[in-house]
């Protein structure tokens, strides 16, 4: 799984349709969002999307855990010092952010958009909102070309009190589908299982 495919996704409120769309509301200090996801991933070529589903929690300033249940259990950890790759419970891969150039950079934008810190993402993105009775959409569109740091034409997400779908496209038509459900914010931090985690990953 990589990095890219886990971009995005969140928490927020909308005003009324008569209203200026508003983005999501800050996850308070201190507290966590966690669910449930579907993934997937269209490919040029294969007829059918490849999926997968399993958790997410996304804790602002320590990081993301993205545990895939099926079809294969393995989990992610990403925070600003780097990223851990989990097959089952074992460490298959451990990259520090000094490894992995722009590791950095893209954990800002993943947590920035998870905590509903949309302003912060400006800097690299062209934020796009529209809102209505269905919902709220904002559409991220890279104020660079795609590289190896950004890489992929445009982020939309979609929601009402939740992000529950977000769109990442590639260049080529490729796109990665996530649908978010069961969100569930947390007041105080996460259980000492992931703080632990988030503390080790990239070192």
Do not use: N
């Not at 799984?1 to 308070?28: N, S």
């Not at 709220?136 to 590289?147: D, E, N, T």
Request: hydrophobic share 45%.
């Amino acid at each position: 799984m990589t990095m890219t495919r886990v971009l995005l996704l969140l928490a927020c409120l909308i005003r009324p349709a008569d209203a200026a769309p508003e983005m999501p509301d800050r996850l308070e200090p201190g507290a966590f969002l966690e669910g449930r996801f579907r993934q997937e991933r269209v490919l040029a070529g294969l007829e059918r999307p490849l999926v997968s589903e399993g958790r997410f929690l996304v804790a602002p300033g320590l990081g993301l855990i993205w545990r895939t249940e099926t079809p294969l259990s393995s989990s992610m950890v990403l925070t600003g010092a780097g990223m851990d790759q989990y097959v089952g419970e074992r460490l298959a891969m451990r990259l520090s952010a000094d490894r992995l150039p722009g590791l950095a950079r893209l954990h800002a934008a993943l947590a920035a958009a998870m905590a509903g810190e949309f302003q912060a993402l400006e800097r690299d993105f062209d934020v796009r909102q529209e809102g209505s009775a269905d919902g709220w959409q904002a559409r991220l569109i890279p104020r660079a070309a795609p590289s190896a740091t950004l890489p992929f034409a445009a982020i939309v997400l979609r929601g009402h009190r939740h992000v529950e779908q977000a769109e990442i496209h590639r260049d080529g038509g490729d796109m990665d589908r996530i649908l978010f459900s069961a969100h569930r914010i947390g007041k105080g931090p996460p259980d000492a299982a992931d703080l632990e985690l988030l503390s080790r990953a990239g070192r």
